[in-house]
């Protein structure tokens, strides 16, 4: 077993409960166009950035979109999104992740958010983790979505580790491609807890024995 140093957490759906957030504003959007949208191909934008996902969704269109009108449907989810998670609290933090993050530091181990999401500092703010973390790296801050391994390589670099030495928490399957792409293990929770391609599976941060993970 390779000995870990530092975490690395994908924000939504893994340290909070944002995913359904996100599915909310996307369904808002695409409703209005007359866009078909649903939870199986919401499963898609996992992990995925902004315009990406809105890429995936345009797949169902029934007309092609310019750029000038893929920005402004981007940016009006993001309103409709941003309104949502100006309602998170503390509370919306999922079972498990404060046992975890305290288990971490008290075993001196670093811990980092590697997130696509260009909403990551606003969102750490609403659950009052803004200052829980030794580095977070996040969609500001990269030019390639997951599954590229930009954001964890970023967040490994921060927290001045080598890659093999950090472990990626994720719930996506294109966060788990990422990770093993950037030469890092990685624990699939979520709707990645069964993906064979994961180092480790767990159900969510609450069931997860982390001791037996960093041995
Ligand atoms: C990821 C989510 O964390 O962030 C994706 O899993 C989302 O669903 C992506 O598209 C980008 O988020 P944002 O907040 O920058 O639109
Ligand atoms: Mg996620």
């Given amino acids: ?57 345009l797949e169902k269109a029934t007309r092609s979109y ?69 580095a977070v790296a996040d969609g500001n801050q990269i030019t390639h979505s997951k599954p590229n391994p930009e954001v964890f390589l970023l967040a490994a670099k921060l927290l001045k580790l080598n890659p093999a030495e950090c472990l990626v928490v994720e719930d996506a399957d294109a966060g788990v491609e990422a990770a093993l792409n950037g030469g890092m293990s990685v624990l699939g929770v979520g709707s990645a807890s069964k993906n064979q391609r994961a180092t480790y599976h767990g159900e969510s941060l609450a069931t997860v024995d982390f001791n037996s993970i960093l041995g």
């Fill in 66 to 134: 310019t750029e000038d009108e893929k920005q402004r449907m981007a940016a009006r989810k993001n309103a409709y999104y941003v309104e949502l998670i100006g309602k998170l609290t503390a509370n919306d933090i999922l079972p498990g992740a404060m046992d975890v993050l305290n288990l971490l530091k008290k075993r001196g181990i670093k811990i980092a958010i590697g997130s696509s999401s260009k909403n990551t500092p606003i969102i750490l703010k609403q659950i009052g983790l803004e200052n829980a973390f030794d």
């Fill in 1 to 57: 077993m390779k000995k870990i140093d530092g975490v690395i957490f994908d924000l939504d759906g893994v340290l909070v409960t944002t995913d359904d957030c996100h599915y909310l504003g996307w369904k808002r959007m695409a409703d209005e166009e007359n866009i078909y949208f649903d939870r199986a191909i919401n499963e898609r934008l996992r992990g995925v950035s902004r315009m990406d996902s809105l890429a995936i969704i």
